[in-house]
Each structure stands twice: as structure tokens, then as C-alpha cells.
């Protein structure tokens, strides 16, 4: 059975919009949690687009699940999150002029730098996750850094416009998930996933965890939050 994070970012996006205090996303998170999820998922950007630092710290105070902070490879964000202490960072790439994370991190390209910094994560206590494209080199270099999880972006197969498309993606995304399992690496996967795109996902049993955000705030603002979280949650179940 796979395990549900709830990427609470969208909840500070609409408060932020406004400058006030209004939706908290300290009280959606133990919406969430009081729902079923597994986990709460938050992305600290370096502009602080949406979640706040104070957020971040209360949120390590009131979750009783799992608090997986997503940041850039950064000196200052290793330094909040030794600060904070999650239970998981998952290091992305991350481009100020971007809407969302739009693709994977180049882990081939850094290897040096990531492994100095999930040293120091380690040191900390924090277990590291690292935010890769369905890529066989990606994957490797993941596993010689010493990570200790991946997660597969799936933006490429939740945006295929064509079947045969959809069906290249998902096997990329198989294959990408069986050879980390093989290296012994957990295995997650998220972004642009919906109640009705990952429903194909849930046959790789080496996919371990989903996290998801914008379908589940999407549909919260229609259903409310609580039904919006049991309903995926129940098809990570069920399914």
C-alpha cells in the first residue's frame, strides 16, 4: 500500500495572494493529517513565494506524520533545515522565474557538491531524498552520493497529450523506479498527479509514496479539504 504527502504549498500561495493570515496552512496540515495522509510535503523557495519560515517551524512542532521539506541544494537551506530538523529533506532544482519545479535535479552534473551537502544533512539526522527525472544516470549518480531516497518527477507522463506518449513515460518511470529499488534506494514520485492519471502508477509496487499537492487543493476548494485527502488517499489504497 502506497503512502500519501500532501504538498500543503497551495494553501500559502492563496494566503500570500492577500498578505493576511488566511487559509493557515498550519490548520490544513492537521486537516490533512486528521484525513489520512501520511505526510505533509512543503517547499521552502528561496523567495519565499508561499511558505514562510515561521510556517515551516510550526509545522515541525504540530505534525505527528511525516514533515518532508523540498528545497534548492543550497548553503542557506541546509542551514534552516539542520535548524528545523524534518524527518525528510528532498533537494530540487528550483529557477525564481519558474510557476512550479519543472523538471528534475541534475545530480550527474553536481555530484561533488550534493554529496558535501547530504553529508552535512546526515550529520543532522535528516534523511535526503533527491527529486530526479525517470533517468538511469540520474538514478546511479543518486545512489553514489549516498542518498537515501528518490523521487521520480512524473510532469512528463501526468502532460502527455497522446496515449503512446503516456505509455513511454510510465515505462521510463517503471524502469527508473525498479532500478532504484535494485540499488536499494525508496522510492517515491509526484508532480502533476491527479485522482485520475495516477491511478497507472499504483501497478509499480517499487513506487512506495506519492506525494500531491495541487489535485488535492484543487478539489478541496470544491469538496473540502478532509474528503479531498480521504478520496486519494483511499485510491492509493483500493486501487
Known amino acids: 500500500m502506497a503512502r500519501l504527502g500532501v504538498n500543503i504549498d497551495h494553501v500559502a500561495t492563496l494566503r500570500q495572494s492577500r498578505g493576511g493570515m488566511e487559509p493557515d496552512p ?8 486528521l484525513a489520512g495522509a ?7 523557495r528561496e523567495d519565499r513565494r508561499h511558505i514562510q519560515d515561521r510556517d515551516l517551524k510550526l509545522l515541525r512542532q504540530i505534525i505527528k506524520t511525516k514533515l518532508d521539506m523540498e528545497m534548492a541544494p543550497t548553503d542557506e537551506m ?4 539542520l535548524g528545523v530538523k524534518p524527518d525528510l529533506v528532498t533537494l530540487v532544482p528550483e529557477r525564481r522565474e519558474e510557476l512550479t519545479t519543472e ?3 541534475s545530480v550527474a552534473g553536481q555530484r561533488e557538491a550534493l554529496q558535501s551537502l547530504i553529508g552535512l544533512l546526515h550529520d543532522g539526522g535528516i534523511a535526503v531524498s533527491l527529486f530526479v527525472n525517470p533517468d538511469f544516470d540520474q538514478i546511479k549518480a543518486a545512489h553514489k552520493i549516498n542518498a537515501d531516497y528518490i523521487e521520480i518527477h512524473t510532469g512528463r507522463y501526468a502532460n ?11 515505462e521510463a518511470i517503471e524502469q527508473a ?3 532504484a529499488y535494485k540499488l536499494g534506494l525508496g522510492v517515491a514520485a509526484g508532480h502533476g498527479l491527479n485522482y485520475h492519471n495516477v491511478r497507472r502508477l499504483l501497478a509499480i509496487s517499487e513506487i512506495v509514496e506519492y506525494n500531491i499537492g495541487h489535485a488535492i487543493i484543487s478539489r478541496a476548494v470544491l469538496v473540502g479539504l478532509e474528503r479531498a485527502v480521504r478520496e486519494m488517499k483511499e485510491l492509493l489504497v483500493h486501487s
Open 38 to 44: 501520511d505526510g505533509i510535503v512543503v517547499h521552502l
Open 160 to 170: 502527455a497529450r497522446l496515449l503512446k506518449e503516456e505509455d513511454a513515460e510510465l
Open 26 to 33: 498550519l490548520v490544513a496540515a492537521v486537516l490533512v493529517e
Open 177 to 179: 523506479a525498479k532500478l
Open 78 to 81: 541546509v542551514k534552516m533545515a
Open 103 to 105: 523538471g528534475g535535479l
